[in-house]
């Protein structure tokens, strides 16, 4: 492990490396602020110029710098403006903004600086003790565990969806995977589902989805909803923590650190649960004074969602670089870009390209002090960026995101597609539908119809689910992971209408 | 009918016309020495079809009871929102997707961001001309000169 964290440092601590993360950081920060658009965005954006720089241990460390600094700069907007870029940094306004109100705004930023740098490198710390371990058990997996796996990873991010959810979000799921198997697959050689029209052939671009499902309807619901971006950029005075804040937040961010990384850890629960479930843990478990303090500005409220949220981003890497599985929407897209990039995640990955695994690891330190560094002098000058008019800002994503499309794919069909399954996306939103499951059925569903006509091939048909105890195992998690939720939820409302009715 | 089961009702339709080709049309064309194998191209769409039909009736008849979230919608705002404005910029979009290769990346970048600042009701010419012009000039050079991957600046009629 010593070795492969020194090849990993002396990959990650080349001036060019060094000066991709720095620069990572700085674009995530500046896009993470503007309200609506997320690291998931944000990394889709950035995807082609990551892909172009052909190295892909490079483009890991530059998509790294720009998730963590697109999640410190979602921070800021939830902070100073009650406007959370993404549905991670919502715990962050519960107090953050608050404290902006009375003229703490930059005492506040620079909490959600300090706990972000603690959770991303506590995070990191617990991934390089993990991730090997995880990644050792990965390696008896065989292709029908990976078949199950995935299925117990889509419907763990069912599952989490949270009540009365759960049926939207499996049918999410199993949309994603249906748009998947449009196009040539890789095992049959069969063009399937192409309506007879071209461009279908190779499959819709990820990118073009990833823009049309995130990026476009929160550009457009900025459009829809205008009261929501305001103008004014928050005063900026006393960026200094107390002695007693100090003390107060330290066992708040140690005891994050560790449940964000762990929940991250978990396919489907990632940054937005940790946050929520950092909140609610602290404020629980704080004493009676100091409970009624939040959501009034209590250090302790921002500093616990906001360390949660960067130690499970950090967490929701082991999954994907260990058994090759997304556990988020974000990771998903990382995801498509490693095998854009001809790198294939899983147990595989610390063996035979030991220099990218560590490298991407040694980068997350670096990215969190670069973060810290960079963003404490400069938190007055990057909320002046909030104050940009709506009237240039919202025609300006909306370009980004058609250039997203297009770059990747250098057809301009795609953008129509683009725009085609923006309206499908604003659609769904409206209706409630989750849209991170559709995405990451619709990247996972390839290797998993891999996996599965792999496993069908070895064992004649579909013996292997009970000819394999790990599989049938993990099978029914995944069932037990569905059903367990709805059951609860029914069993609930019950209990609550028989208290009604007496 | 609620929005979301209305929506459930169009999957549903999707559902159905991708099962139908999943489990009656694809099998038609498969080679003879292919139809040995356990597993056909049709195979997974198949199941998917019956899960995607089950998951959309569920919803279309409300199985699944339970509090409703609040998600980014206020659904009783949704009289106070700004159709017209987001309507027009979605059809820009396409109008740049259906100009971009004839009218060449410039002219139409240059325009799309004019038009998209004057549908918002941008009206300052002098800010919003001079940084459209800017913007479309740096990333035009971003994608071409730095990244490499064409972009055709000008209008087919003009380079020939």
């Known amino acids: 492990m010593l070795e492969g964290i020194l090849i990993g440092l002396q990959t990650a601590l080349s001036l060019q490396n060094l000066l991709v993360v720095i620069g990572g950081c700085l674009i995530g920060t500046f896009i993470g602020m503007l309200p609506g658009l997320g690291p998931m965005s944000i990394i889709a954006i950035m995807i082609p110029v990551a892909i172009t720089m052909g190295d892909p241990s490079a483009a890991l460390i530059l998509l790294a710098g720009v998730y963590y600094g697109a999640i410190f700069g979602g921070s800021t907007s939830s902070i100073l403006l009650n406007a959370p870029g993404v549905a991670g940094t919502v715990a962050s306004s519960f107090d953050g903004y608050p404290m902006a109100r009375s003229g703490k705004a930059g005492k506040a930023l620079t909490i959600a600086a300090i706990s972000s740098f603690a959770g991303g490198t506590i995070g990191a710390i617990l991934l390089v003790i993990f991730a090997p371990m995880l990644s050792s058990v990965a390696l008896l997996f065989h292709s029908a565990e990976y078949f199950a796996l995935m299925i117990v990873g889509l419907s763990a991010i069912a599952a989490f969806a949270g009540p009365g959810q759960v049926i939207k979000a499996l049918l999410m799921t199993v949309l994603g995977l249906i748009m998947a198997t449009v196009g040539e697959g890789a095992l049959f050689n069969l063009p399937r589902f192409t309506m007879g029209i071209m461009d279908l052939q190779s499959g819709f671009g990820f990118i073009t989805l990833a823009m049309a499902m995130f990026a476009l309807p929160e550009a457009v619901f900025l459009v829809l909803k205008p009261k929501n971006l305001g103008d004014d950029g928050g005063e900026i005075k006393d960026l200094r923590i107390t002695g007693a804040e100090a003390r107060a937040i330290a066992p708040v961010i140690g005891r994050q650190s560790v449940q964000g990384f762990f929940i991250g850890v978990l396919p489907g629960a990632g940054a937005t649960i940790a946050s929520f479930l950092g909140y609610a843990v602290e404020r629980n478990i704080a004493p009676k004074a100091e409970q009624a303090e939040f959501g009034k500005g209590s250090v302790k409220g921002l500093a616990a969602p906001e360390t949660a949220n960067n130690a499970a981003c950090t967490g929701s890497f082991v999954p994907l670089l260990t058994l090759g599985i997304p556990g988020s929407g974000t990771t998903a897209i990382l995801l498509g870009a490693l095998i854009a990039l001809n790198v294939t995640p899983g147990p595989r990955l610390m063996v035979d390209e030991p220099q990218i695994f560590w490298a991407v690891i040694m980068s997350m330190f670096i990215g969190n002090l670069v973060l810290l560094i960079l963003n404490l002098p400069l938190i007055p000058y990057i909320a002046k960026l909030l104050a940009i008019p709506r009237n240039y800002l919202i025609p300006f994503i909306l370009f980004f995101t058609l250039m997203g499309a297009y770059i990747g794919q250098n057809n301009a069909t795609e953008l129509l597609i683009l725009v085609g399954f923006g309206i499908c996306g604003i659609a769904l939103k409206f209706a409630n539908y989750p849209l991170p499951p559709l995405l990451i059925g619709f990247i996972l569903g390839g290797m998993m119809e891999d996996n599965f006509s792999r496993s069908m091939q070895l064992y004649g048909g579909v013996r292997f689910i009970w000819e394999r105890p790990m599989t049938l195992v993990l099978l029914l998690i995944a069932v037990a992971l569905i059903v367990l939720p709805i059951l609860q939820a029914q069993r609930a409302r019950r209990v609550a209408e028989r208290a009604e009715k007496n | ?160």
């Open chain 2, 1 to 160: 009918m609620t929005l979301d089961r209305w929506i459930a009702l169009i999957l549903l339709g999707v559902c159905l016309a991708y099962g139908y080709t999943a489990w009656f049309m694809m099998d038609a064309t498969l080679a003879p020495f292919m139809r040995r194998n356990p597993i056909w191209p049709s195979t997974f769409p198949k199941v998917l079809s019956v899960l995607g039909i089950l998951a959309s009736l569920a919803i279309l008849l409300g199985l699944e009871k339970g509090e409703q979230t609040v998600g980014d919608i206020d659904h009783r705002k949704l009289g106070q929102y700004f159709y017209g404005q987001a309507l027009l910029l979605l059809g820009l979009m396409v109008v740049y997707a259906l100009c971009l290769r004839p009218v060449g990346f410039m002219i139409s970048t240059a325009s799309f961001l004019v038009i998209g600042g004057v549908i918002l009701g941008e009206r300052k010419w002098y800010i919003m001309v001079p940084v459209a012009l800017i913007a479309t000039f740096a990333v035009w050079y971003l994608v071409e000169e730095v990244l490499g991957i064409f972009l055709r600046p000008w209008p087919l009629a003009l380079v020939n």
